[in-house]
């Protein structure tokens, strides 16, 4: 989708022209990663990163960057003994 | 907290805790230990939080949403004993950080002028990410480990932070420019191109 137009963007340089509606996509398209958007916002922010490479850009790094978040952040496990203590102390 | 309404017995009490609490267990001690960022806090953090959800169990309503309730204790729990004697660099009021950032036409604080880009992030780190996440303010900190680490909804969000919908999804978009916005500054430091 779009790799015509953005292959156009990127070889002629236009690919760091700003586009008038991007904090407004922006917010949409977070809204979409986060699966909070309507069907009509994420239509939306759809067709618009098909055809505009400086928004595809920041749905390429919101994406990335969640993905990293939820990834590469470290989850700890809690201490048995820890749930031992509480669980006495609660009288389980 | 609610009011307790639903007069539990003890054999229910123990079979709530057990089988709809401590499934949790896991998800409360990462929250905890990033509000916190040290261990034994952390650990005493999850253990108040425990003792609190026991004692206040019948205000629970055996089936629902028992991750967003006590994870809400949790909050509440930090914000009251935990927040003051904190050494995360986040000891800014809520509100003072939103007026703060409002007052610049509701935008974010700054526009991104690096030049980051997703290559850079799928070069990083498991600990340079968690570091640029550990040193936001921990309000914006919140939002995000919640939103991207756990899943949570904004309706849900909205009533474990005691704040409008409207306030969540603002306070994610300013947490989500800032982290980038870090990410960008260390990426730089460590020329990453
Ligand atoms: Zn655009």
């Known amino acids: 989708m779009g790799v015509f137009v953005r292959w156009l963007q990127r070889t002629f340089g236009m690919a760091k022209k700003t586009c008038p509606v991007e904090q407004e996509c922006l917010e949409l398209l977070r809204l979409m990663l986060d699966e909070q958007a309507t069907e009509e916002e994420s239509k939306y922010v759809h067709e618009h990163i098909d055809k505009c ?40 | 907290m609610g009011k307790a309404k639903n007069g539990y017995s003890d054999l229910e009490k123990r079979d709530i805790f057990n089988n709809e609490f401590m499934v ?31 004692r206040f169990i019948d205000s629970f309503e055996k089936g629902t949403n028992a991750k967003a309730w006590l994870f809400r204790i949790l909050k509440n729990n930090f914000i009251n004993d935990y927040r003051k004697k904190s050494k995360t660099p986040g000891m800014v009021d809520y509100q003072e950080v939103e007026t703060y950032y409002n007052s610049e036409d509701g935008e974010s604080p700054v526009e991104i002028t690096t030049d980051l880009r997703s290559e850079t992030i799928k070069g990083m780190l498991g600990d340079e990410i968690t570091n640029a996440l550990n040193s936001m303010d921990v309000d914006f900190r919140t939002v995000i480990i919640l939103c991207d680490l756990e899943g949570f909804k904004y309706e849900e969000m909205a009533k474990i932070l005691d704040i409008p919908i409207g306030t969540v999804r603002s306070r994610l978009h ?13 990426a730089a430091s460590m020329g990453y191109k």
């Open chain 2, 174 to 186: 300013r947490a989500r420019n800032i982290l980038k916005e870090k990410l960008a500054t260390y």
């Open chain 2, 24 to 54: 949790h267990i896991d998800a409360l001690y990462n929250f905890a230990f990033k509000l916190t960022l040290d261990e034994d806090e952390a650990k005493d953090l999850l253990q108040d939080t425990c003792m609190k959800a026991f």
């Open chain 1, 53 to 92: 490479y400086r928004c595809y850009e920041n749905y390429d790094l919101e994406n990335t960057i969640r993905e990293a978040v939820k990834n590469k952040v470290k989850n700890l496990k809690v201490p048995p003994e820890l749930v031992t203590e509480i669980k006495n102390k609660i009288d389980l």
